[in-house]
């Protein structure tokens, strides 16, 4: 069965860091691209970064660059998001998401196939 789990939500101050993990089983990730989203209350879903298959390319979203950094280990068949410099407006759901690519790209507009249950970071001000 395929699955996506997410963990290492949690409340932080702000200026503060947080590593969330997405733990891929029941299939290949290194097949994969692998997308990290959130969504706020009240608010869509808005993509955070993605990385290709190999981990080579990453797309952020402007409101993280500079402060996020997504990586993976295909071995491990886990993906990371190091949050730094965390801001209230941060707080979110996240959620990782895969999609196969046949090319070692990524997008965070490809429509992703597989996604996580979710886990909350909230940053208090």
């Known amino acids: 069965q395929l699955q996506l789990v997410e963990s290492g939500g949690g409340l932080v101050q702000s200026g503060g860091s947080l590593r969330l993990s997405c733990a891929a089983s029941?299939?290949?990730?290194?097949?994969?691209?692998i997308g990290w989203f959130r969504q706020a209350p009240g608010k869509e879903r808005e993509g955070v970064v993605c990385?290709?298959?190999?981990?080579?390319?990453?797309n952020y979203a402007d409101s993280v660059k500079g402060r996020f950094t997504i990586s993976r280990d295909n071995g491990k068949s886990t993906v990371y998001l190091q949050m730094n410099s965390l801001k209230p407006e941060d707080t979110a759901v996240y959620y990782c998401a895969a999609v196969p690519r046949m090319v070692n790209l990524c997008d965070l507009d490809a429509r992703y196939e597989y996604w996580g249950q979710g886990t909350q970071v909230t940053v208090s001000s």
């Open positions: 029941g299939f290949t990730l290194a097949f994969y691209a």
């Open positions: 990385i290709s298959k190999s981990g080579t390319i990453t």
